[in-house]
């Protein structure tokens, strides 16, 4: 990464930074080189000599016992900045925090970023103290955070982010074909929140809705999540109506005036 990213070369470059990057997960929290190799396609000496560039500049940490690499503290630095500079976070928290009183249940705040919902904030109505400020990836086809987002946005990304093989499946409820997805989509677009039934994690029921800025955008959602003993059938209208006026609150506090 020496002299910097210019011209088409340095983009090219750039890119391959993100490719290996984008191999760590909250599943696969840390690779072996070959692992690298193996999801980017990269020979063994571009990946290495890309790795060893990211780990001098803090982006990654390797495990040098058993030659393993793992995302760096100084993108962690970095999510924090990003946080601290957005407006949706800076206002979150007293809507965060009213939701998360009313309903009694768990609430996750998240935001897109072209493939999955990054949860931002969340809140437990169990912990002391105020929301937890954290990043996490999650994944937007079976999530509620992640489905009352993706319902606003253009076919085409649904089309690119499903890939060949479709979407992948967590639980024996998850929606993996895309022509499911898109009608599932379409009812959540036309009711305007969204119902994760257990397709993310097994016994999980969240609801979720839409969150825009001022240009009327959707860019992130917030939702409520419970066991389903806990949040019943019975109870999800009263659930709805708290999720959807914290993101329209949320929405309007963001300049929407819709």
């Given at each position: 990464?020496?002299?910097g990213f210019r011209g088409e070369d340095g983009l090219k470059s750039l890119g391959k930074v993100m490719r290996v990057l984008e191999c760590f997960s909250t599943r696969d929290r840390s690779l072996s080189l070959g692992e690298i190799c193996a999801r980017t396609g990269f020979p063994k000496a571009t990946a290495h000599r890309?790795?060893?560039?990211?780990?001098?500049?803090?982006?990654?940490?390797?495990?040098?016992?058993?030659?393993?690499?793992?995302?760096?503290?100084?993108?962690?630095?970095?999510?924090?900045?990003?946080?601290?500079?957005?407006?949706?976070?800076r206002e979150a928290r007293p809507f965060v925090e009213q939701l998360t009183r009313l309903s009694g249940h768990s609430v996750h705040l998240a935001v897109f970023d072209g493939r999955a919902a990054v949860v931002i904030h969340r809140a437990?109505?169990?912990?002391?103290?105020?929301?937890a400020a954290f990043i996490e990836a999650a994944p937007a086809h079976c999530t509620s955070v992640?489905?009352?987002?993706?319902?606003?946005?253009?076919?085409?990304?649904?089309a690119r982010l499903a890939g060949p093989a479709g979407f992948a499946r967590y639980t024996d409820r998850t929606?993996?074909?895309p022509a499911a997805l898109a009608a599932h989509l379409e009812e959540t677009r036309a009711r305007g929140w969204s119902l994760d039934e257990g397709e993310h994690q097994p016994g999980l029921r969240c609801i979720g809705a839409p969150i825009r800025d001022q240009t009327g955008r959707v860019f992130a959602a917030i939702s409520v999540?419970?066991?389903?003993?806990?949040l019943t059938q019975p109870r999800i209208p009263a659930a709805v109506k708290l999720v959807r006026h914290a993101a329209q609150g949320l929405s309007a506090a963001l300049g929407w005036r819709g």
């Open positions: 990464m020496d002299g890309l790795v060893a560039s990211l780990r001098d500049v803090g982006l990654l940490d390797q495990d040098r016992e058993r030659d393993r690499y793992r995302l760096g503290l100084r993108l962690f630095e970095l999510g924090n900045t990003v946080l601290a500079n957005m407006d949706l976070h437990d109505p169990h912990a002391e103290g105020s929301p992640g489905k009352a987002i993706l319902a606003f946005q253009p076919p085409e990304l649904l929606i993996t074909h999540s419970a066991p389903v003993r806990e």
